[in-house]
């Protein structure tokens, strides 16, 4: 049974940054697809990012549009890690984050689809606010 705990959440203000991790445990972390989602109060669970696992050099990414260019999704197949950095936090970004993973994908494939993944963390609270 593949566990996830992500932790890293907190209070931000508008424009800050923050480093979110998951940590992984209880199965081949390095043959997961991994991403990143987030739920809002009141709203639906959305993709946020993804990252495929890795053969050789190659690895594959996907971001939500709301959060590209601004979040960085990487991980530590040597740490059983994955993270998610968060740059020019804005107000429409707080939510709950969850990552999660996938063993239904070969190299470079990710999908953005919550029904895609095997395994969910409980999630930590991201707030924005001056």
């Known amino acids: 049974q593949v566990q996830l705990v992500e932790s890293g959440g907190g209070l931000v203000q508008p424009g800050g940054s923050l480093s979110l991790s998951c940590a992984a445990s209880?199965?081949?972390?390095?043959?997961?697809?991994m991403g990143w989602f987030r739920q809002a109060p009141g709203k639906e669970r959305e993709f946020v990012a993804a990252?495929?696992?890795?053969?050789?050099?190659?690895?594959?990414?996907k971001y939500a549009d709301p959060v590209n260019g601004r979040f960085t999704i990487s991980r530590d197949n040597a740490k059983n890690t994955g993270y998610l950095r968060m740059n020019l936090l804005k107000p429409d970004d707080p939510a709950v984050y969850y990552c999660a993973a996938s063993s239904r994908f070969g190299t470079y494939v990710i999908s953005p689809l919550q029904d895609a993944y095997d395994w969910w963390g409980q999630g930590t609270q991201v707030t924005v606010s001056s």
């Open positions: 209880g199965g081949a972390f390095s043959s997961y697809t």
């Open positions: 990252i495929s696992r890795i053969s050789g050099n190659g690895f594959n990414i």
